[in-house]
């Protein structure tokens, strides 16, 4: 089964401050999920990610497959951005379309 | 779309009832997933369906639970009886294709207490 690790567990910053949250994974991957679950507890993915970096507004997730990690910034953070940041990858020895995820980040943004 | 919607939002029961919880999934997703989330143990996938047949169903927890998809655009999970450790919150997700390497859409989740 692959291990899915996340730094830190939890994370307060105060507005404007750039923010990273990492994820360690134990087994070679087809891709890696980023997911934001809300305070309200809703799960929304941000990322899917294979190889390199991506870009979604302030949201930028790399990912190094040599070394399994990959990496979410988020530039100028905002309290809105307070939220649960899941990492998630295929379980691949029990089946691709198997998540595992990562026990998630709990990040706080103060104004 | 409308998204994936999950039905009731909150349910709040006594051991040893039955519990019945509803998915509709996004039209035209070949996979749904029902994934049950806790303090202790995060989110965990309980089974998942492909195409309305049940694919892999190692993390139902045991007897009591399971789940149905008689259709393209629903989908069941049930448990019988309820018992306290049961209480979570429950999330069903669908994917237009495999669930490793595309993107999950999550439903609102449904809020369990089984006292």
């Known amino acids: 089964k692959n291990e899915v690790e996340q730094s830190p567990q939890n994370l307060t910053a105060q507005e404007g401050e750039f923010i990273t949250i990492n994820c360690s994974y134990s087994v070679g991957i087809s891709a890696l999920h980023w997911l934001q679950q809300h305070p309200g507890g809703g799960i929304v993915s941000l990322f899917m990610?294979?190889?390199g970096k991506k870009k979604h507004g302030r949201l930028i997730a790399t990912i190094n497959i040599q070394e399994k990690h990959s990496s979410l910034h988020i530039t100028a953070s905002h309290p809105r951005d307070s939220a649960v940041y899941i990492c998630a990858v295929p379980d691949l020895i029990q089946g691709a379309q198997k998540l595992v995820f990562g026990q998630g980040t709990r990040l706080t943004i103060n104004p | 779309d409308a998204g994936v919607i999950q039905s009731p939002r909150h349910e709040v029961t006594e051991m040893g009832q039955e519990v019945t919880l509803r998915c509709k999934p996004i039209s035209g997703h070949d996979y749904l997933f029902w994934y049950r989330q806790t303090m202790m143990r995060g989110l965990e996938l309980l089974i998942y369906f492909n195409n309305n047949v049940p694919i892999d169903d190692s993390g139902m927890p045991e007897d009591r639970f399971s789940a149905k998809m008689p259709n393209a655009s629903f989908s069941t999970l049930k448990i019988q009886p309820s018992e306290p450790r049961d209480s979570a919150v429950y999330f069903c997700?669908?994917?237009?294709?495999?669930?490793?390497?595309?993107?999950?859409?999550f439903g609102p989740g449904t809020r369990l207490l089984v006292l």
């Open positions: 997700a669908s994917s237009p294709g495999t669930g490793g390497s595309e993107t999950q859409y």
């Open positions: 990610l294979s190889s």
